[in-house]
């Protein structure tokens, strides 16, 4: 693999929630808000093994629930952030929010830190969908939520959580279509997954919830990529879509290959061709960075081919696809030298189409593209 160039992207893990919605198994911190101190001292002191400031393109603080913190608490993780991770001139500055917690005086502490994004948990419009997740919005405070950003100047992305238990194709639809009435201008859309860990995959192993039909959750996927891209929006990325000039340029870092630095619990950097990943546990993270030891949990260091594989899969998983030539260049393999096989294999089968200059995945292939990124790997 050519050398490695230094990141020019940071992520901040916030985990703090008011309480686990049943589907999730993120790492998160429920109904304990009195660590929010500790938690930015760990951050300032887990950002100070940087040993000097390094200047990004991308910022984004997901979680958990960053709006979560106290604003103080919030404002002066902003100002430590700024001070390790200067932002660049057109720097993209994400945070993730409850819509609930959205408010002017949330919107003008992160504007005057120069935060320019938020990316809002919304999931869905239906009330009884809602409440299933556990979530505590309603459709009223998603679209005032946006309303609100559009006043503060800030750009808005929208998540919208599909194949719920017992929810309909026209249900589905409905919310599709409230999403792009809002006047958002990205939304990304995610199939509902029953994940060990969360109380959901309790409730299903118990019969207590169904998963909705396969058939059902293909017809669900492609009926939001039709109802976006009439609306104007770009499909870039298998669950990305974005007005023109509105993709998230903090994903597509993730997405290029290109590596990124990241700070606490379970937040996971890949520096140097080296990925490592903090302690998922919040209370473990913070007892280790406050006694000044390592956060760090997990550790690998990739050969040149097994990141060579990892871009393609990333690469693949953007609409446009992976470019042969460019894909050499950058990584030092070949696509043939890596999958010939596969390629031909799935190619025949109608998931993916080879230009002979591109390779990407057809709309078949769009549907079942998580089967297919093992076969790389
Ligand atoms: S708000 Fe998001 S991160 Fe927090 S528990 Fe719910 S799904 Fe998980």
Redesign the pocket.
Known sequence: MPGHAEPRSAYLHVPF?A???GY?N?A?I?GREDLAGDYVRAIEAELASLGRPRPVETLYFG???PTRLPLELLERLCQVTRGWFPPEPGCEWTVEA?PVDVTQDLLAVLVSCGVNRLSL?GQSFQPGKLSLLERDHDAGQIARAVDLCQEHGLECSLDLIFAAPGETLRAWRGDVDQAIATGAGHVSTYGLTFEKGAAFWSRLVGGDLAEVDEDLQREMYLAAIDGLCEAGFEHYEVSNFARPGRRSRHNQVYWSGAGWYAAGPGAARYVDGVRETNHQSTTTYLRRVLAGESPVAFREELTAEQEAREQLVFGLRRIEGVERSEFAERTGFSIDQLAAGQVDRFCELGLLEDTKDRLRLTREGLLISDALWPEFL
Request: charged content about 10%; overall charge positive; some cysteine.
């Open positions: 929630c309480h686990r919605c999730c993120f998160v429920a979680g958990g629930t409850n948990g």
